[in-house]
């Protein structure tokens, strides 16, 4: 399976981050294509995902904290199957670099989501990931700015 990396500093201390991290409801104001987003039980996450091409489907994931305020894995449930991790490291006191690690099996990704294959599909997924990271630093920053 194809293993995504990608990092970002954020400014803000560690359970800042942690704290929006697990704010499972605020999913779609940073993940694309997700429409909803909530907490099913002590590790169950449920969202409803949006594909390329308009279609509307539900993802269930079960998450771990590894490390509390430093790691938490997730995985699917169910196709396409997904699963990845993110860990919290401090830079200093107001600023921490959030690194995903994620694995995606390409043809299911395709099945579920739709887009591109083969190449263009992996340089799509860098994208969106990118993206989606960008956004939440921009919301963690925004909602918790440094004075």
């Not at 994620?102 to 990931?129: C, L, N």
Request: charged letters at 25%; aromatic letters at 6%.
């Amino acid at each position: 399976m194809p293993t995504l990396e990608e990092q970002i500093d954020i400014t803000a201390p560690g359970d800042v981050v942690w704290n929006h991290l697990h704010q499972v409801e605020d999913y779609p104001q940073f993940v694309g294509g997700v429409r909803d987003a909530r907490r099913e039980g002590t590790s169950g996450v449920h969202v409803d995902v949006e594909t390329a091409a308009g279609r509307a489907f539900g993802l269930d994931a079960a998450t771990d904290d590894l490390r509390p305020n430093r790691t938490m894995t997730w995985r699917t449930t169910e196709t396409p199957h997904l699963s990845g991790s993110v860990s919290l490291l401090p830079i200093d006191a107001t600023h921490t670099r959030m690194q995903l690690r994620m694995e995606y099996d390409p043809a299911e990704a395709h099945d579920a989501f739709g887009g591109p294959r083969g190449f263009a599909q992996s340089s799509a997924i860098e994208r969106t990931v990118r993206a989606d990271l960008h956004q939440f630093k921009d919301l963690v920053e925004r909602t918790h700015p440094l004075t």
